[in-house]
């Protein structure tokens, strides 16, 4: 605000409003907006809003009006002495000068308020900001925590997944085995030599066979895998006279051999 300004403002806390039209002046040098100045001075005994000064005398609160016109400018001082003219205006210029300083005083103070707040604003951010820093990093060494233990998790899956499928190979060969030891009971059986005698498998302690959720084909109710008469997945002719060279006592010798290297136990049934 500078001297060169035309409006002053309402000294009223709640309002600071730039002045218009008509305005309330006090002998404390504080100038209110009609509204405020209206309600405030019409009780009695009559106290500034601004200084809370008493204002008892009959000037102690004058309303003015802030663009006269011009007959009253013409009119106001006129067959005043030049010394009275003058005292005026310094009173005048005085209560102007006072005005300045006020406001100028009052956005000095509202300025570092506001300043002060900022910095209380800005500490609090930078410490909710901090902890967000830290709880980001943690969440990060978590999340790479977790990739090594999904790595070690993806290996040893890789590996049970190896090893079910050599187990699964190991049984192939020897339900192969089991087949063409079948063949031979069988070709046997039809020669004269009297009813095969047919195997079984018996699960291990598990009461499974490896890589197998449901009971195999054939399996009994007490978990004995006992072997029944198929035809299907049998070995060709020249591999199933590979084991008629050798007599069902060899036979039943190696199937015993081959099922329990396996986990598995050979059953007559």
Not at 44 to 53: E, K, Q, V
Request: aromatic share 10%.
């Amino acid at each position: 605000m500078s001297l060169g300004d035309d409006a002053l403002v309402c000294n009223f806390s709640r309002c600071r409003a730039r002045l218009s039209g008509f305005a309330w002046v006090t002998a404390c040098s504080h100038v209110f907006c009609d509204q405020h100045g209206s309600g405030e001075f019409s009780r009695s005994p009559a106290l500034c809003p601004a200084c809370r000064s008493a204002l008892a005398g009959k000037l102690d609160i004058v309303r003015t009006q802030l663009c006269p016109s011009e007959e009253y400018k013409a009119m106001v001082l006129a067959g005043l002495k030049p010394e009275l003219v003058l005292d005026i205006a310094a009173r005048a210029l005085a209560f102007w000068t006072y005005q300045i300083h006020q406001e100028r005083m009052y956005q000095e103070y509202s300025y570092n308020k506001a300043e002060g707040r900022l910095r209380q604003m800005e500490k609090v951010y930078t410490q909710q900001i901090q902890g967000k820093d830290l709880e980001v990093s943690n969440s990060r060494g978590e999340v790479s925590t977790l990739k090594k233990l999904l790595e070690e998790y993806k290996t040893k899956y890789g590996e049970i997944c190896e090893k079910l499928l050599e187990r699964n190979r190991q049984y192939q060969r020897l339900q192969g085995l089991y087949d063409s030891l079948r063949l031979r009971s069988m070709a046997l059986a039809g020669e004269g030599e009297g009813p095969a005698a047919g195997y079984g498998l018996t699960a291990g302690p598990s009461g499974k066979f490896p890589g197998a959720e449901s009971p195999p084909r054939g399996a009994t109710a007490g978990g004995d895998f006992c072997f029944r008469p198929s035809f299907f997945g049998s070995p060709g002719p020249e591999r199933a006279g590979n084991f008629f060279n050798f007599s069902p006592a060899e036979e039943r010798d190696q199937l015993a051999a081959a099922a329990t290297g396996h986990g598995f136990t050979l059953k007559r049934v």
